[in-house]
Structure formats: C-alpha cells, structure tokens
C-alpha cells in the first residue's frame, strides 16, 4: 500500500462527499513566526537555567505573561494551539513556588491517566537538572518531589505518596472517590496546597 502524504490525504477527504458531510467547516491557517518575550522577573534563576538546558533558549510571549500573572497571584486560563507550550506557563510558576517554599504543595488534575504519566515524564525530565536535589548526589531529584495517585497506585505505595509528594498529579475520578472521602490523612497536603492546574479544561 503507497504511502500518502498529508496534504494527499486532506485532498481525498475533502473530496469525499460522505465525510464532508459531516464537516461544518475547513479552515487553513497561515504559519506565523514565534514571538518571544523576556524571562519574568520573579522567576527562579535556576529554573531558567534548567529550561534552557532542555532546549528552550526562550519563552514564547504567551507563555512569559502566562507565568507573570501566576508568580503575581492571579488565576490564569491558557488557549493556545496544540503544542505551543502551554504546559510551562503552569510549570514554571508552580515549581517557582515549591522552590521558594518547602512546605508548598500543588496538585494537577487531568482528564486520563495517560495525560498524566506523559505529564509526570516532562517533570522528571525538567527536575533532572537537580532542581530539588537532595545532599545526596544519586539523587537527580528529592525522592516523592512528583507522583501520580490514580487507580493504578499501589496501594502500598499510597501513604508514601500522601506524606511525601509536593506534586500531586491525579484525574477528576480519584480525587472525588479515592481522595476527597478521605481528607482528613490529606490534611497536610490540603493545608499547604498553593497551585491547582486543571489541563484540558475544554473537556470537563
């Protein structure tokens, strides 16, 4: 079977009668060229730091006014497109502030469990830099610095998560049925929560 580029296969779906019926609309957009920003202000240097090493030079605008309105204490809602960033206008602020206030806590809710894990890979690989890093050097991180809490956590692995982790990552499902009835052994995350990022909130 030949290989079909994607602009080949929009062309035989536009052509096709029975799929353009259910089509309310096609639209292109044009490209456009990045625009950028200065790193805020208020923002930990070594998160800068830890960010250009994985890659990223600078911010795109959206997200540096994004993250200076967290680090200002304002509630912020991101729309923008599909991969452009979105996940480090939340990051950066919320790790600024488990940085600058050990007793800090966050939590981060989204819509599956494979959001989640993908999210849960892009903090390790930021917290890799030794952000959080222990006296102990084989530590790239402090141990229960992020977790996820879902149905697949081990229910021995669960008291663990509740005392240790600053970063709470779960789903909508758990924190209703396997967190929220059971608050009073949450009382400490509770009582130091600063950051709650919903991802995906089109879909609640």
């Given at each position: 079977?030949?290989?079909?580029?994607?602009?080949?296969?929009?062309?035989?779906?536009?052509?096709?009668?029975?799929?353009?019926?259910?089509?309310?609309?096609?639209?292109?957009?044009?490209?456009?060229?990045?625009?950028?920003?200065?790193?805020?202000?208020?923002?930990?240097?070594?998160?800068?730091?830890?960010?250009?090493?994985?890659?990223?030079?600078?911010?795109?605008?959206?997200?540096?006014?994004?993250?200076?309105?967290a680090?200002?204490?304002?509630?912020?809602v991101?729309?923008?497109?599909?991969?452009?960033?979105?996940?480090?206008?939340?990051?950066?602020?919320?790790?600024?502030?488990?940085?600058?206030?050990?007793?800090?806590?966050?939590?981060?809710?989204?819509?599956?469990?494979?959001?989640?894990?993908?999210?849960?890979?892009?903090?390790?690989?930021?917290?890799?830099?030794?952000?959080?890093?222990?006296?102990?050097?084989?530590?790239?991180a402090?141990?229960?610095?992020?977790a996820?809490?879902?149905?697949?956590?081990p229910r021995?692995?669960?008291?663990?998560?509740?005392?240790?982790?600053?970063?709470?990552?779960?789903?909508?499902?758990?924190?209703?049925?396997?967190?929220?009835?059971?608050?009073?052994?949450?009382?400490?995350?509770?009582?130091?929560?600063?950051?709650?990022?919903?991802?995906?909130?089109h879909?609640?």
């Open positions: 079977m030949p290989v079909m580029s994607l602009s080949e296969l929009l062309d035989q779906l536009r052509a096709d009668p029975k799929f353009m019926r259910n089509v309310t609309a096609w639209n292109r957009l044009p490209a456009r060229a990045a625009r950028y920003a200065l790193w805020p202000g208020g923002l930990d240097s070594r998160l800068v730091e830890a960010v250009r090493a994985a890659g990223a030079e600078r911010l795109f605008t959206h997200q540096a006014y994004a993250i200076q309105a680090l200002q204490g304002e509630n912020v991101v729309v923008t497109g599909t991969a452009s960033g979105k996940t480090l206008c939340y990051n950066l602020p919320v790790l600024n502030s488990l940085l600058r206030d050990p007793s800090a806590r966050a939590l981060y809710l989204f819509p599956t469990k494979a959001l989640a894990q993908d999210q849960l890979a892009n903090l390790e690989q930021l917290l890799s830099s030794g952000l959080f890093q222990t006296g102990d050097a084989r530590h790239r402090a141990p229960g610095m992020c996820t809490y879902d149905g697949d956590t021995s692995q669960r008291a663990a998560v509740r005392r240790q982790t600053r970063l709470l990552i779960t789903n909508p499902d758990m924190l209703h049925t396997g967190i929220l009835p059971h608050h009073t052994h949450w009382d400490h995350f509770f009582g130091n929560l600063r950051h709650v990022v919903i991802d995906e909130m879909t609640y």
